[in-house]
């Protein structure tokens, strides 16, 4: 409880950024991140389904909070334009409603904070259209792959090459090329280490699959593993040490 708190901390400087946006026309960095705003994106992931689950399991301190605390952490990611944290963070909900029918009404209620949420983002920008004369799109609803399918032909082109020992231990940093990571924990692995690599994401497989089988493993926390991973897909998640701990923390 106290890690989901002080995680939400950052997001109450949202609001400055949004008044300073609307007013000035300009948006400043609310997270106060160095060189990447996606390190809080993918921390915050496995910390809505941390706070998923205190509040399915009744925890005193969360109930009155709970839409609070959500709105909050998507809020930023809504703003962000953190495409990859919003899928994850769909799918994880989307597992839970499938499979805990005790729950759907929870997660009936964390979708509709998170559209109220986006309701928020939408008609930010909508003043900030009005009063500048401008039409600024919404930055979420972008239809690049920011740099990934290019950055991962680029490397695969690499590995092809040397197949069975791969490319190297953060190759990317040895290189020219604009971004300095995968943004994909899965080919990151296979492309920078070969076959070791493929071998651990194996055994990574294996034990995950132990977990979501496991009947003493709450759906909330499940959830959140399958967010988590659907995350790593596209992210920095599991390169970024303060989303590392994050998550290392969910799993463990």
């Not at 799918?91 to 209620?109: D, N, P, T, W």
């Not at 994909?184 to 132990?210: H, M």
């Not at 926390?221 to 701990?245: E, H, T």
Request: aromatic content about 20%; glycine content about 6%.
């Amino acid at each position: 409880f106290i890690l989901i708190i002080t995680s939400i901390v950052p997001s109450l400087f949202l609001f400055i950024s949004i008044k300073k946006f609307i007013i000035e026309g300009a948006w400043y960095d609310w997270q106060m991140n160095y060189d990447s705003i996606r390190v809080y994106d993918s921390f915050i992931v496995p910390i809505i389904f941390l706070a998923i689950y205190l509040k399915s399991i009744n925890y005193k301190y969360i109930s009155y909070i709970y839409p609070f605390i959500v709105f909050l952490l998507t809020l930023g990611l809504w703003f962000d334009g953190a495409r990859a944290a919003l899928l994850s963070v769909l799918m994880g909900l989307v597992v839970v409603f499938i499979f805990s029918k005790q729950h759907r009404k929870l997660v009936l209620g964390t979708a509709a904070v998170t559209l109220f949420s986006f309701a928020v983002y939408h008609l930010t920008y909508y003043f900030y259209n009005q009063i500048h004369d401008i039409e600024k799109s919404l930055n979420v609803i972008r239809t690049s792959s920011s740099g990934r399918w290019e950055l991962w032909s680029y490397v695969y082109q690499k590995w092809i090459e040397q197949p069975w020992k791969g490319v190297g231990g953060n190759f990317l940093a040895t290189t020219n090329y604009p971004l300095n990571h995968l943004h994909n924990f899965y080919l990151k692995l296979i492309f920078e280490w070969g076959v070791l690599g493929f071998i651990f994401l194996c055994w990574i497989f294996y034990q995950l699959k132990k977990v979501l089988t496991s009947n003493d493993v709450h759906i909330a926390l499940k959830a959140g593993i399958c967010a988590v991973a659907v995350d790593a897909f596209f992210s920095g998640n599991l390169v970024y040490p303060a989303s590392q701990i994050s998550i290392v923390l969910l799993l463990g």
